[in-house]
């Protein structure tokens, strides 16, 4: 008996993009290809729109008809037509979803969107996404940033989440997750000490945080 086409589909390794148009500001399109997204999307430009559709964010899924529909069913309460693919959010908040839902079964994922976040745009996000994770994530990212120690990282991360009443699950798994997020890891120097394995990109936020190297993880100075 041959599987039907939806069950051949739910399984089928592909692209799970989000989408803007500079003619409809404060709206994104959150689709699905098995060819590059930047092709499927420009298939998509024509007389219906004065300007081309551009691609924020990109995820290579395991199943990403799956995915996708996780994602559009998350976002029910801002979809602008329920036989259209048009989210009222902004980018961050869309790839922010695709990261949480997809959890297990991303395995390449890319904002694509080299500029730092503007505050407005993290604020805004921060306040929409209800990963405790996420929320962090977002205000930790300062792309001019060259080297933060992961230590340092991870001890605000603990202490945001005593703050949250939720677990911070072990520094490696930590260490995992922001990589799976797209953060490079490399070696750098912080106080004097050379050689320390930390992140590039990436910034401590809360300004209660230890200092370098100061305090056990999850505990302020």
């Known amino acids: 008996m041959r599987p039907d086409a939806d069950e051949v589909h739910a399984t089928t390794e592909g692209w799970v993009h989000v989408a803007s ?3 409809q500001p404060g709206i994104v399109k959150i689709g699905r290809s098995t060819q590059v997204p930047e092709l499927r999307i420009a298939e998509l430009d024509g007389t219906h729109t004065p300007f081309p559709f551009v691609v924020e964010y990109r995820a290579l899924a395991t199943k990403c008809a799956t995915l996708e529909r996780l994602t559009h069913e998350a976002l029910a309460d801002v979809r602008v037509n329920l036989r259209r693919e048009f989210f009222r959010c902004s980018p961050t908040y869309a790839a922010a979803t695709i990261r949480t839902i997809g959890d297990g079964f991303l395995y390449y994922e890319r904002y694509l969107d080299k500029r730092e976040p503007s505050p407005e745009t993290l604020a805004f996000a921060s306040k929409e996404t209800a990963d405790p994770f996420m929320n962090w994530l977002l205000s930790c990212q300062a792309r001019s940033v060259p080297f933060t120690p992961t230590r340092d990282l991870y001890t605000d991360w603990c202490a945001v989440c005593v703050e949250a009443g939720c677990d911070a699950g072990s520094e490696k798994k930590f260490v995992h997750k922001l990589i799976r997020n797209g ?8 106080n004097g000490i050379r050689n320390r394995r930390g992140f590039a990109g990436l910034k401590v936020p809360h300004s209660g945080s230890a200092p370098h190297g100061s305090s056990e993880p999850g505990q302020r100075p």
């Open 21 to 23: 148009n500079q003619a």
């Open 183 to 190: 953060f490079s890891r490399k070696r750098g120097e912080a």
